[in-house]
C-alpha cells in the first residue's frame, strides 16, 4: 500500500515514536510535581528534560517558556485567543491552516477583533509588502504559517518577524510543517 495522506495522521508512526510512548505508557503514568514518591520525581525529571530538550532545540530563552498541549491546533488558539483583546486586529497568511483562520475568524464574526488576509502566493518581497499593508493602528498579532502542507511554499518567516516587532506587533510561528526540518531558532528570529 502506498498511503500519502500522512501530513495530519502520521501514519504509519515510526519505530522510535512506537517505543517513546510504550515507555511513556509503561513508566511516566504519574503525576510530575504532586507528589514526592519516586515515580512521581521520575516523571517530573523527565517532563523537565524534554522541556530543557525542546529549549535548546528551538532555541528558547528557558525551560519555564516551553509548554505542552495536546497538538498544534490547540496551541494556535492559546496563542491567539490569549493574546488578541477586545478591538484588536490580526494579520494573517493567506496560507493559513484552519487551526488559525477558524478561531480568528470566528473572533472577527462576533465582533471581538478585525483581521486581515496577507496574500502570501507570490514573492518574498510581495509577501512582506501585503502583511505590511494589512497593518493598521490597532494590529496587535501576526499569525504566519513558516511552510503550507498544501503548497509547499516557505514563507519569509524571519523577516516577518522583524517587519511585526519593527512595529511593536506580536508574532506567532505555525512551525507545524517544518519544525526538525528547518532550523528554527527563537533567539535569533
Known amino acids: 500500500m502506498i498511503y500519502l495522506d500522512n501530513s495530519a495522521t502520521t501514519f504509519p508512526k515510526p519505530p522510535g515514536v512506537i517505543r517513546a510512548v510504550n515507555s511513556a505508557v509503561r513508566q511516566y503514568g504519574f503525576n510530575p510535581g504532586r507528589g514526592g514518591y519516586p515515580q512521581s520525581v521520575r516523571t517530573a525529571k523527565a517532563v523537565y528534560d524534554t522541556r530543557s530538550a525542546v529549549k535548546d532545540f528551538f532555541g528558547v530563552s528557558g525551560e519555564e517558556n516551553v509548554i505542552f498541549t495536546s497538538g498544534c491546533t490547540e496551541s494556535l488558539n492559546i496563542a491567539i485567543k490569549g493574546v488578541l483583546r ?3 486586529h490580526a494579520v494573517i497568511s493567506s496560507m493559513e491552516h484552519n487551526s488559525v483562520v ?10 471581538y477583533i478585525s483581521y486581515s488576509v496577507a496574500d502570501a502566493s507570490g514573492t518574498d518581497e510581495e509577501i512582506i509588502n501585503s502583511f505590511r499593508k494589512s497593518i493598521n493602528e490597532r494590529t496587535r498579532l501576526f499569525v504566519c504559517t513558516h511552510a503550507s502542507n498544501v503548497f509547499g511554499k516557505r514563507l519569509p518567516a524571519e523577516r516577518l518577524c522583524a517587519l511585526a516587532h519593527s512595529y511593536g506587533i506580536l ?11 528547518f532550523d528554527i531558532d527563537l533567539q535569533r528570529i
Open 86 to 88: 477586545k478591538g484588536d
Open 102 to 111: 477558524r478561531p480568528v475568524h470566528k473572533l472577527s464574526k462576533s465582533g
Open 171 to 181: 508574532f506567532c510561528l505555525d512551525a507545524a510543517q517544518t519544525a526538525g526540518v
